[in-house]
């Protein structure tokens, strides 16, 4: 399926990604985000994270996602919550951000590890853009055991466990400080809202193939083994001063 048209299937989310905004707001507490920070988004979507962190912290932000729609999207959901004076939206990719100010002391990767090849890329990435003692929030979907079908690990074959991921953290500097993880719950209510835009599409036009052969993926891939083998949760790291 086009990147683009995935997008488009999520944009109404408030957050798009299996959290809520309360969950956000608590893995922000746990990185100690005020209004001295400068939170660096990497793969921010249509900005409900960044825009939810700005209002509630006053933090400043700085945005980066390189669908042009979603830019333009959470350039209008910000300026909407009143935080355009202090959070910035770019069009680039978050593996390649190019320039960014000084001052940055927070990022996040909330379901972005894949524009790094996977977590290890990502976390490595946030290593290198951080200063020391940076704070970084990462929201990645993980295996739930280590005793996965081999037929369903290579389908999500930048999974990776939480041991390994804590391993790979150590490895790059940082430390765990917290996780806030997802429930069935809120994973449920996130495919579920994905498969009725998908709906939404078909009634409007049911001859689109393209969106209905991606509802059938996406369900037979939750039902037949993620909802029971995957889970999603955010972990707080710190850098080393």
Known sequence: MDDALAWNLQADLA???????????????????????????????????LALLAESFGCRGLGIERRPAAVEAARARI???????????????????GDLPDGVTVALCLGSASAFGGVEGAIGALSRLLPPGGRAILGERYWRTERVPPEFARDFSDCVTEYELLSIAREQGFSLAGIVRSTEVEFDAYEGAIWAACRARLRADPEDETVRDYLDR????????GREYVGWAMYVLEGAD
């Not at 919550?81 to 939206?89: A, Y």
């Not at 996406?218 to 083994?225: A, S, W």
């Open 15 to 49: 957050i798009m990604n299996p959290t809520t905004p309360g969950r956000v707001l608590a893995a922000a507490r746990l990185a100690g985000i005020g209004a001295d920070d400068l939170v660096l988004d990497l793969g921010c979507g249509s900005g409900g994270a």
């Open 79 to 97: 300026a909407a919550g009143g935080c355009g004076d202090r959070v910035e939206v770019r069009c680039g990719d978050a593996a390649d951000p």
């Open 218 to 225: 996406i369900q037979d891939e939750y039902l037949g083994y």
